[in-house]
């Protein structure tokens, strides 16, 4: 780029413009200059238009820094196309990447190992692609047992709030069913107590007719040897009876 920037001094002063028609060219020549300079230090130099270029020829793969070093400097044509480079920056860039993939495709070693290894990094790609499909339906069969498990709990809770509902109301029977016993309780003491005085009072009735028949007994007893003594009086009297009719016989006679 330098002798193409003396070139073109060169033919700006053997040609027979004026003066400021010199500064103008020399000021464009500068210019160039510089731009080529930025572009060096931006990383577009042969190496690193390369880096741009690859991915063109390698099937979209860039090449990476040190590959891209390992690359031979292509043969710089624009100083030996100064005219041309002061008509047309554009065809000058043009050219000067045409330069370097034409050193590009010299490199068949470089190429085929960068090949082989966008072979393996194609291979790995799609190493995992496939993980990443089986992954896919792992977090799908996740998903559909995280849904299961959703269900089992909204089902569970239903169940829950079932069983809470039914838990309420044995609760409430077994309030119930407590008062119920408390109130049989209650009747049951009361039945006892009435039984209790109804055993008292049979008892004292068992006594009172113990005492009746006793005391029928000894009436029984006493009317008997009355009967009795009436009888014999009875029998007394009549022999006395018999003993005075015949007397009043014997008187008689």
Do not use: F
Not at 152 to 159: C, S
Request: glycine share 6%; proline share 2%.
């Amino acid at each position: 780029s330098d002798e193409g920037d003396s070139s073109d001094e060169g033919g700006s002063s053997a040609g027979e413009a004026p003066v400021e028609g010199k500064r103008k060219k020399k000021g464009k020549s500068v210019a160039r200059k510089s731009k080529r300079r930025k572009v060096a230090s931006s990383g577009h130099s042969c190496s690193g238009w390369l880096r741009y270029l690859c991915p063109c020829l390698l099937g979209g793969q860039a090449l990476d820094s040190g590959q891209a070093e390992r690359l031979p400097e292509p043969v710089d044509h624009l100083a030996q196309a100064g005219a041309e480079d002061r008509v047309s920056p554009v065809a000058a860039d043009t050219r000067q990447a045409a330069t370097q993939v034409a050193a590009a495709e010299t490199t068949t070693p470089e190429l085929e190992a960068a090949r082989a290894e966008i072979d393996s990094l194609r291979q790995r790609e799609a190493q995992a692609a496939s993980a990443c499909l089986t992954l896919q339906a792992s977090l799908r069969e996740a998903q559909s047992a995280l849904v299961g498990l959703e269900t089992a709990e909204t089902r569970a809770a239903e169940r829950s709030v079932e069983s809470e509902q039914r838990v309420e109301q044995l609760s409430g029977e077994l309030v119930t069913a407590k008062e119920e016993l408390s109130r049989a309780r209650e009747e049951h003491a009361r039945a006892e107590a009435k039984t209790t005085a109804t055993g008292d009072a049979l008892a004292s009735t068992e006594k009172q007719l113990a005492g009746a028949v006793e005391q029928h007994a000894k009436e029984q007893a006493s009317s008997a040897s009355l009967c009795a003594a009436a009888l014999a009086a009875q029998s007394e009297a009549e022999a006395a009876s018999q003993l005075a009719e015949a007397a009043s016989h014997r008187h008689c006679e």
